[in-house]
Protein backbone atom coordinates (compact mmCIF):
# COMPACT_ATOMS: atom_id res chain seq x y z
CA UNK A 1 0.00 0.00 0.00
CA UNK A 2 2.79 2.59 0.84
CA UNK A 3 5.06 1.61 -2.10
CA UNK A 4 1.74 2.27 -4.32
CA UNK A 5 1.15 5.62 -2.68
CA UNK A 6 4.77 6.47 -3.34
CA UNK A 7 4.85 5.31 -6.99
CA UNK A 8 2.24 7.81 -7.38
CA UNK A 9 3.69 10.61 -5.47
CA UNK A 10 6.78 10.11 -7.62
CA UNK A 11 4.16 10.14 -11.25
CA UNK A 12 2.83 13.11 -9.42
CA UNK A 13 5.96 15.26 -8.88
CA UNK A 14 6.69 14.10 -12.25
CA UNK A 15 3.71 15.71 -13.74
CA UNK A 16 4.39 18.82 -12.05
CA UNK A 17 7.82 18.65 -13.10
CA UNK A 18 6.94 18.06 -16.91
CA UNK A 19 4.10 20.78 -16.73
CA UNK A 20 7.05 23.34 -15.32
CA UNK A 21 9.37 22.45 -18.28
CA UNK A 22 6.60 23.56 -20.91
CA UNK A 23 5.79 26.72 -18.62
CA UNK A 24 9.65 27.62 -18.94
CA UNK A 25 9.31 27.33 -22.62
CA UNK A 26 5.98 29.73 -22.76
CA UNK A 27 8.25 32.86 -22.30
CA UNK A 28 12.01 33.58 -21.45
CA UNK A 29 12.69 35.40 -18.56
CA UNK A 30 14.56 39.11 -18.99
CA UNK A 31 17.80 38.16 -16.54
CA UNK A 32 18.75 35.77 -19.95
CA UNK A 33 19.74 39.87 -21.65
CA UNK A 34 22.67 39.75 -19.00
CA UNK A 35 24.12 36.64 -20.93
CA UNK A 36 23.73 38.69 -23.92
CA UNK A 37 26.41 41.55 -22.63
CA UNK A 38 23.53 43.60 -21.26
CA UNK A 39 23.98 45.54 -18.07
CA UNK A 40 22.60 44.32 -15.27
CA UNK A 41 21.67 47.39 -14.15
CA UNK A 42 19.74 47.65 -16.95
CA UNK A 43 18.19 45.12 -16.76
CA UNK A 44 16.81 46.20 -13.55
CA UNK A 45 15.60 49.49 -14.40
CA UNK A 46 13.29 46.87 -17.31
CA UNK A 47 11.90 44.88 -14.58
CA UNK A 48 10.91 48.35 -12.34
CA UNK A 49 9.36 49.53 -15.62
CA UNK A 50 6.89 46.24 -15.09
CA UNK A 51 8.77 44.17 -18.24
CA UNK A 52 10.01 41.07 -16.23
CA UNK A 53 10.37 38.65 -20.19
CA UNK A 54 11.96 38.91 -23.31
CA UNK A 55 8.38 38.46 -24.99
CA UNK A 56 6.99 41.02 -23.05
CA UNK A 57 9.85 43.04 -24.08
CA UNK A 58 9.12 42.97 -27.68
CA UNK A 59 5.80 44.11 -27.00
CA UNK A 60 6.69 47.64 -26.05
CA UNK A 61 8.13 50.11 -29.09
CA UNK A 62 11.09 51.90 -28.62
CA UNK A 63 9.55 55.15 -27.83
CA UNK A 64 8.13 53.66 -24.92
CA UNK A 65 11.46 51.86 -23.94
CA UNK A 66 13.09 55.58 -24.08
CA UNK A 67 10.87 56.95 -21.97
CA UNK A 68 12.30 54.51 -19.31
CA UNK A 69 14.59 56.63 -16.77
CA UNK A 70 18.21 55.94 -17.31
CA UNK A 71 17.82 54.09 -20.71
CA UNK A 72 19.12 56.11 -23.83
CA UNK A 73 18.31 55.04 -27.21
CA UNK A 74 21.44 53.76 -28.03
CA UNK A 75 20.86 51.10 -25.45
CA UNK A 76 17.43 50.74 -25.85
CA UNK A 77 18.84 49.53 -29.71
CA UNK A 78 21.26 46.87 -27.75
CA UNK A 79 18.65 45.73 -25.62
CA UNK A 80 16.22 44.86 -28.97
CA UNK A 81 19.21 43.50 -30.67
CA UNK A 82 19.50 41.31 -27.73
CA UNK A 83 16.18 40.01 -26.95
CA UNK A 84 15.86 39.63 -30.78
CA UNK A 85 18.82 36.75 -30.87
CA UNK A 86 16.57 34.90 -27.20
CA UNK A 87 13.30 34.88 -28.70
CA UNK A 88 11.47 34.24 -32.54
CA UNK A 89 9.51 37.17 -33.10
CA UNK A 90 9.60 36.79 -36.74
CA UNK A 91 7.25 34.51 -39.18
CA UNK A 92 6.33 30.43 -38.60
CA UNK A 93 4.67 28.40 -40.83
CA UNK A 94 1.04 27.50 -39.93
CA UNK A 95 2.24 24.33 -38.82
CA UNK A 96 4.03 25.89 -35.88
CA UNK A 97 1.29 28.13 -35.42
CA UNK A 98 -0.86 25.10 -34.86
CA UNK A 99 1.82 23.98 -32.57
CA UNK A 100 1.37 26.73 -30.75
CA UNK A 101 -1.96 26.66 -30.44
CA UNK A 102 -1.69 22.90 -28.56
CA UNK A 103 -0.42 24.81 -25.69
CA UNK A 104 -3.69 26.52 -25.23
CA UNK A 105 -5.78 25.10 -22.37
CA UNK A 106 -9.23 25.49 -22.07
CA UNK A 107 -10.82 26.28 -18.48
CA UNK A 108 -14.50 24.96 -17.57
CA UNK A 109 -17.24 26.58 -16.68
CA UNK A 110 -18.81 24.73 -14.49
CA UNK A 111 -21.88 24.08 -17.04
CA UNK A 112 -21.13 21.44 -19.55
CA UNK A 113 -23.94 22.96 -21.91
CA UNK A 114 -21.70 26.07 -21.82
CA UNK A 115 -18.33 24.35 -22.13
CA UNK A 116 -19.80 22.91 -25.50
CA UNK A 117 -20.38 26.59 -26.94
CA UNK A 118 -17.18 27.59 -26.23
CA UNK A 119 -15.33 24.56 -27.80
CA UNK A 120 -14.09 23.40 -24.08
CA UNK A 121 -14.30 26.29 -22.18
CA UNK A 122 -12.93 29.50 -21.89
CA UNK A 123 -9.59 29.67 -23.59
CA UNK A 124 -5.96 30.83 -22.72
CA UNK A 125 -4.06 33.06 -24.85
CA UNK A 126 -7.28 35.14 -25.65
CA UNK A 127 -9.79 37.94 -23.97
CA UNK A 128 -13.51 36.40 -23.37
CA UNK A 129 -15.43 39.34 -22.87
CA UNK A 130 -19.14 38.79 -20.90
CA UNK A 131 -21.73 41.39 -21.28
CA UNK A 132 -25.64 41.85 -20.04
CA UNK A 133 -27.43 43.80 -17.72
CA UNK A 134 -27.33 43.17 -14.38
CA UNK A 135 -28.10 39.31 -12.59
CA UNK A 136 -27.61 38.10 -15.73
CA UNK A 137 -24.92 35.71 -14.51
CA UNK A 138 -21.16 37.26 -15.64
CA UNK A 139 -20.10 37.68 -12.11
CA UNK A 140 -21.43 34.56 -10.79
CA UNK A 141 -19.13 32.88 -13.85
CA UNK A 142 -16.36 35.47 -12.64
CA UNK A 143 -16.52 34.03 -9.28
CA UNK A 144 -17.15 30.33 -10.75
CA UNK A 145 -13.84 30.25 -12.78
CA UNK A 146 -12.03 31.32 -10.07
CA UNK A 147 -12.38 27.84 -8.59
CA UNK A 148 -12.46 25.37 -11.93
CA UNK A 149 -9.25 27.29 -12.89
CA UNK A 150 -7.83 25.68 -10.07
CA UNK A 151 -9.16 22.47 -10.86
CA UNK A 152 -5.71 19.90 -12.39
CA UNK A 153 -5.87 19.84 -16.36
CA UNK A 154 -7.81 15.98 -16.10
CA UNK A 155 -10.48 17.73 -14.33
CA UNK A 156 -10.83 20.53 -17.53
CA UNK A 157 -9.08 23.15 -14.81
CA UNK A 158 -6.24 25.37 -15.52
CA UNK A 159 -4.07 24.09 -12.78
CA UNK A 160 -2.85 27.82 -12.14
CA UNK A 161 -3.68 30.55 -9.87
CA UNK A 162 -6.10 33.55 -10.20
CA UNK A 163 -5.78 37.56 -10.63
CA UNK A 164 -8.61 39.60 -10.37
CA UNK A 165 -9.46 43.11 -10.56
CA UNK A 166 -12.54 44.06 -9.39
CA UNK A 167 -13.91 47.71 -9.85
CA UNK A 168 -17.84 47.26 -8.66
CA UNK A 169 -17.09 46.25 -5.23
CA UNK A 170 -19.11 42.51 -6.20
CA UNK A 171 -15.99 39.86 -5.12
CA UNK A 172 -17.54 38.03 -2.34
CA UNK A 173 -15.03 35.46 -0.68
CA UNK A 174 -17.49 33.42 1.00
CA UNK A 175 -19.35 32.60 -2.84
CA UNK A 176 -15.77 31.03 -3.48
CA UNK A 177 -15.99 29.30 -0.35
CA UNK A 178 -19.52 27.71 -1.46
CA UNK A 179 -18.29 26.95 -4.88
CA UNK A 180 -14.90 25.32 -3.76
CA UNK A 181 -16.99 22.98 -1.69
CA UNK A 182 -19.25 22.18 -4.48
CA UNK A 183 -15.78 20.98 -6.33
CA UNK A 184 -14.34 19.17 -3.27
CA UNK A 185 -11.90 21.49 -2.90
CA UNK A 186 -9.88 22.76 0.24
CA UNK A 187 -11.64 26.95 0.23
CA UNK A 188 -8.52 27.79 2.46
CA UNK A 189 -6.35 26.67 -0.51
CA UNK A 190 -8.60 28.17 -3.04
CA UNK A 191 -8.65 31.72 -1.69
CA UNK A 192 -4.79 31.45 -1.19
CA UNK A 193 -4.24 31.14 -4.59
CA UNK A 194 -6.55 34.26 -5.65
CA UNK A 195 -4.84 37.64 -5.57
CA UNK A 196 -7.43 40.63 -5.52
CA UNK A 197 -7.62 44.14 -5.98
CA UNK A 198 -10.23 46.96 -5.64
CA UNK A 199 -9.85 49.39 -8.71
CA UNK A 200 -11.25 52.96 -7.85
CA UNK A 201 -9.97 54.79 -10.88
CA UNK A 202 -9.00 54.34 -14.37
CA UNK A 203 -5.70 54.92 -13.40
CA UNK A 204 -5.38 52.50 -10.51
CA UNK A 205 -6.58 49.95 -12.34
CA UNK A 206 -3.93 50.67 -15.53
CA UNK A 207 -1.13 50.38 -12.62
CA UNK A 208 -2.25 46.89 -11.04
CA UNK A 209 -2.62 45.50 -15.07
CA UNK A 210 1.43 47.06 -14.77
CA UNK A 211 2.54 45.15 -11.60
CA UNK A 212 0.84 41.89 -12.66
CA UNK A 213 3.85 41.11 -14.75
CA UNK A 214 6.19 40.59 -11.69
CA UNK A 215 4.09 38.25 -10.31
CA UNK A 216 3.02 36.52 -13.13
CA UNK A 217 6.77 35.78 -14.20
CA UNK A 218 7.46 34.51 -10.77
CA UNK A 219 4.10 32.26 -10.30
CA UNK A 220 2.03 30.04 -12.58
CA UNK A 221 -0.92 32.11 -13.22
CA UNK A 222 -3.53 30.64 -15.63
CA UNK A 223 -6.68 33.59 -15.46
CA UNK A 224 -7.28 37.32 -15.18
CA UNK A 225 -10.37 38.75 -14.33
CA UNK A 226 -11.39 42.43 -14.87
CA UNK A 227 -15.08 42.68 -13.46
CA UNK A 228 -15.89 45.06 -15.54
CA UNK A 229 -13.35 46.52 -17.49
CA UNK A 230 -15.53 49.74 -18.39
CA UNK A 231 -17.31 50.87 -15.20
CA UNK A 232 -14.64 53.65 -13.97
CA UNK A 233 -14.29 54.94 -17.58
CA UNK A 234 -17.84 55.77 -17.70
CA UNK A 235 -17.31 57.24 -14.46
CA UNK A 236 -13.80 59.32 -15.00
CA UNK A 237 -15.05 60.22 -18.29
CA UNK A 238 -17.60 62.14 -19.00
CA UNK A 239 -19.56 63.65 -21.72
CA UNK A 240 -19.15 63.64 -25.48
CA UNK A 241 -15.89 66.09 -25.27
CA UNK A 242 -13.90 63.68 -23.04
CA UNK A 243 -14.64 60.22 -25.54
CA UNK A 244 -11.75 60.78 -27.64
CA UNK A 245 -10.14 60.68 -24.83
CA UNK A 246 -11.82 57.99 -22.70
CA UNK A 247 -11.53 55.46 -25.67
CA UNK A 248 -7.94 56.01 -26.09
CA UNK A 249 -7.09 55.12 -22.78
CA UNK A 250 -9.17 52.34 -23.05
CA UNK A 251 -7.55 50.96 -26.39
CA UNK A 252 -3.98 51.56 -24.19
CA UNK A 253 -5.46 49.26 -21.60
CA UNK A 254 -6.41 46.84 -23.58
CA UNK A 255 -3.63 46.46 -24.93
CA UNK A 256 -2.08 46.13 -22.22
CA UNK A 257 -4.23 43.30 -21.28
CA UNK A 258 -3.80 41.55 -24.64
CA UNK A 259 -0.35 41.44 -24.76
CA UNK A 260 -0.57 39.78 -20.72
CA UNK A 261 -2.29 37.40 -21.66
CA UNK A 262 -0.01 36.14 -24.93
CA UNK A 263 3.18 36.43 -23.06
CA UNK A 264 1.95 34.58 -20.14
CA UNK A 265 -0.48 32.30 -21.62
CA UNK A 266 -3.33 33.42 -19.33
CA UNK A 267 -6.96 33.39 -19.89
CA UNK A 268 -8.49 36.59 -19.92
CA UNK A 269 -12.54 37.16 -18.67
CA UNK A 270 -13.72 40.27 -18.14
CA UNK A 271 -17.41 41.38 -17.89
CA UNK A 272 -18.94 44.83 -19.88
CA UNK A 273 -21.91 46.75 -19.20
CA UNK A 274 -24.75 47.50 -21.90
CA UNK A 275 -25.57 50.54 -22.97
CA UNK A 276 -29.33 51.38 -24.43
CA UNK A 277 -29.14 51.88 -28.05
CA UNK A 278 -31.90 54.47 -28.98
CA UNK A 279 -30.81 54.56 -32.50
CA UNK A 280 -31.69 50.75 -32.69
CA UNK A 281 -35.58 51.53 -33.90
CA UNK A 282 -38.58 49.50 -33.17
CA UNK A 283 -37.97 46.32 -35.23
CA UNK A 284 -34.66 45.47 -32.93
CA UNK A 285 -36.28 44.01 -30.20
CA UNK A 286 -33.34 44.73 -27.89
CA UNK A 287 -31.84 47.58 -28.40
CA UNK A 288 -29.31 47.75 -25.75
CA UNK A 289 -25.64 47.01 -26.96
CA UNK A 290 -22.20 46.15 -24.87
CA UNK A 291 -20.39 49.65 -23.60
CA UNK A 292 -16.79 50.88 -24.92
CA UNK A 293 -17.99 51.06 -28.65
CA UNK A 294 -15.31 49.57 -31.89
CA UNK A 295 -12.24 50.33 -29.39
CA UNK A 296 -13.50 47.14 -27.24
CA UNK A 297 -15.39 45.55 -30.05
CA UNK A 298 -12.08 44.88 -32.20
CA UNK A 299 -9.94 43.98 -29.02
CA UNK A 300 -12.01 41.21 -27.46
CA UNK A 301 -11.20 37.58 -29.06
CA UNK A 302 -14.42 35.95 -27.77
CA UNK A 303 -17.68 38.04 -26.93
CA UNK A 304 -20.52 36.71 -25.24
CA UNK A 305 -23.98 38.09 -24.48
CA UNK A 306 -25.74 37.17 -21.42
CA UNK A 307 -29.64 37.36 -20.54
CA UNK A 308 -32.15 36.27 -17.66
CA UNK A 309 -33.95 33.12 -18.32
CA UNK A 310 -36.81 31.60 -16.77
CA UNK A 311 -35.81 32.13 -12.62
CA UNK A 312 -32.27 31.11 -12.12
CA UNK A 313 -32.17 29.99 -15.24
CA UNK A 314 -29.52 32.27 -18.14
CA UNK A 315 -29.01 32.27 -21.73
CA UNK A 316 -25.18 32.76 -23.35
CA UNK A 317 -24.99 33.54 -26.97
CA UNK A 318 -21.89 33.80 -28.77
CA UNK A 319 -22.17 36.91 -30.46
CA UNK A 320 -18.44 36.91 -31.53
CA UNK A 321 -15.75 34.31 -32.07
CA UNK A 322 -13.36 33.72 -34.99
CA UNK A 323 -13.40 30.05 -34.04
CA UNK A 324 -17.03 29.40 -32.56
CA UNK A 325 -20.26 28.89 -34.29
CA UNK A 326 -22.89 31.32 -33.23
CA UNK A 327 -25.35 29.25 -30.99
CA UNK A 328 -27.09 29.57 -27.09
CA UNK A 329 -26.41 27.58 -23.98
CA UNK A 330 -28.85 27.97 -21.11
CA UNK A 331 -26.94 27.60 -17.53
CA UNK A 332 -28.10 28.18 -14.50
CA UNK A 333 -26.63 29.53 -11.33
CA UNK A 334 -26.70 27.83 -7.87
CA UNK A 335 -25.30 27.97 -4.63
CA UNK A 336 -22.34 26.10 -5.83
CA UNK A 337 -21.51 28.49 -9.02
CA UNK A 338 -22.23 28.02 -12.35
CA UNK A 339 -24.34 24.71 -13.48
CA UNK A 340 -26.08 22.89 -16.24
CA UNK A 341 -30.19 24.05 -15.99
CA UNK A 342 -32.35 21.87 -14.63
CA UNK A 343 -35.54 21.40 -16.31
Known sequence: MLSALKSEEASMQLVER?????????????????AQGINAGDVK??????IHTCNGLMMHTKKNLTGIKGLSEAKVDKICEAAEKIVNFGYMTGSDALLKRKSVVRITTGSQALDDLLGGGIETAAITEAFGEFRSGKTQLAHTLCVTTQLPTS???????????????????????????????????????????RAY??????????????????????????????????????????????????????????????????????TNQVISDPGGGMFISDPKKPAG???????????????KGKGEQRVCKVFDAPNLPEGEAIFQITPGGVADAKD
Not at 45 to 50: E, H, P, R
Not at 167 to 185: K, L
Open 18 to 34: EEIDEEDDLFEAIDKLI
Open 45 to 50: KLQDAG
Open 155 to 197: MKGGNGKVAYIDTEGTFRPDRIVQIAERFGMDPGAVLDNIIYA
Open 201 to 270: TYEHQHNLLLGLAAKMSEEPFKILIVDSIIALFRVDFTGRGELADRQQKLAQMLSRIIKIAEEFNVAVYM
Open 293 to 307: GHVLAHAVTIRLSFR
